[in-house]
């Protein structure tokens, strides 16, 4: 199982970015993909993930209503759309992926074995 995230950069308060993470080895049908992301001196917090299978996704409060998470299966690629970005939103993110059911417990505690190596999101103020 491999993962590679993409999208990264640098923005404006306000923008938004599209991260990607590209996934090989991972039956989209049987895996949940999540996001997690990691700010500087904190520690890894879950903040989406979906159900590829089905296209259930979840989202933590502090990102619901400006992140969107969806999956392109016939590319075995999950995408993380970040709209009105805020300097908090600061940090490596990460995608991840494991053989379970994504949900609103999974979303938080981000229990995957498999894990890419992250992008870095600045946004300034």
């Known amino acids: 199982v491999q993962l590679v995230e993409s999208g990264g950069g640098v923005v404006q308060a306000g923008g938004s970015l599209r991260l990607s993470c590209a996934t090989s080895?991972?039956?989209?049908?049987?895996?949940?993909i999540g996001w997690i992301r990691q700010a500087p001196g904190k520690e890894r917090e879950g903040i989406s993930c979906?159900?590829?299978?089905?296209?259930?996704?979840y989202y933590v409060d502090s990102v619901k209503g400006r992140f969107t998470i969806s999956s392109d299966n016939a590319k075995n690629t999950v995408y993380l759309q970040m709209n009105s970005l805020k300097p908090e939103d600061t940090a490596v993110y990460f995608c991840?992926?494991?053989?379970?059911?994504?949900?609103?417990?999974?979303?938080?505690?981000?229990?995957?074995?498999?894990w890419g190596q992250g992008t870095q999101v600045t946004v300034s103020s």
């Open positions: 991840a992926t494991d053989r379970i059911d994504c949900g609103p417990i999974v979303v938080h505690s981000a229990p995957y074995d498999y």
């Open positions: 080895g991972v039956t989209f049908d049987d895996y949940a």
């Open positions: 979906i159900n590829p299978s089905d296209g259930s996704s």
